[in-house]
């Protein structure tokens, strides 16, 4: 599907360039490398954020459709207050359309055609309830299921709650943001797990994300140089399990912190994907070996 497919009629306010094309009023989105530009009422490819007067605006900010107190080895991040619980929440919106996605009715799902039950919540009641939960073993916030950095503004105002309460703050993303506004929020978060999604950019081509490996790896090496930060690869069979572009992988990784912990990631079928075999364990296990070569802690998931 082209990007102009993927701009809808329909389309928040502190993240708007106010780059204003005099003939046909576009806006442009400055948060990812998609640089979505808005006419009047149209939501971008992310299908959270729309263009109103003008501005580009976070259209779920608020709008909450999942929260859970999880695990933290959920997330997963093995290597950040193991044995600890930590309040989940989602909204919806994704800026890449990956074929395998788990999450797919909340990411796919768009402002213009909402089709996900939602709840609204302020950043202020998130955070009494996040507090309310430390008595259950919570530590904080973490921003996942969706893509939460679609939603950046709404991450901002929760994280800075969050920090105020002496509570922790763990993202778990794509990494597909440009480096300015991930570089706002990086001082209000703990930790975070990052996709990888694979070492080269064709794979990012199929999943709809253009200068996605270099960006993702400039978001892991601004990530690893303030906060714990963990890696994750859903290994796909013939599509990414290949050993020398792991190698690649697990080398540039201990390049930037040789204590990164890679989770390689069992796939199984689902959304657009569902005719695909799931990843042999022989496979994952293979992969786990090339990794460890350059890597300290290199776990496998989702078995
Ligand atoms: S965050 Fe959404 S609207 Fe903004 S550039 Fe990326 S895809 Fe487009």
Known sequence: MGKDEL??????????????????????????????????????????????????????????TAVALDPIEKKPLVHFLPGSMVLSVGSYGCNLNCPFC??????????????????SISPQDLVEMACEQQAHGNIGLAYTYNEPLVGLEFVLDCSRLIREADMKNILVSNGYINAEHFTELLPWLDAANIDLKAFNQDFYDWVGAPKGLETVKQSIAAAAASIHVEVTTLIIPGRNDFPDQLDDMARWLASVDPDITLHLTRFFPTHRMRDANPTPLQTLHELAAVARQHLRYVEVGNI
Request: glycine residues 6%; proline residues 7%; hydrophobic residues 30%.
């Open 7 to 64: 701009l809808s009629e329909h389309t928040d306010e502190r993240f708007s360039d106010s780059e204003d094309d005099s003939t046909d009023k576009r806006v442009l989105c400055p948060i990812c490398p998609h640089a979505c530009r808005l006419k009047p009422g149209q939501t971008g490819i992310c299908g959270a954020r729309h263009a109103v007067d003008g501005r580009v605006v976070p259209a779920n900010y608020g709008k909450v």
């Open 102 to 119: 788990q999450n797919n009715t909340i990411a796919r799902a768009r402002f213009d055609h909402l089709d996900v039950p939602v709840e």
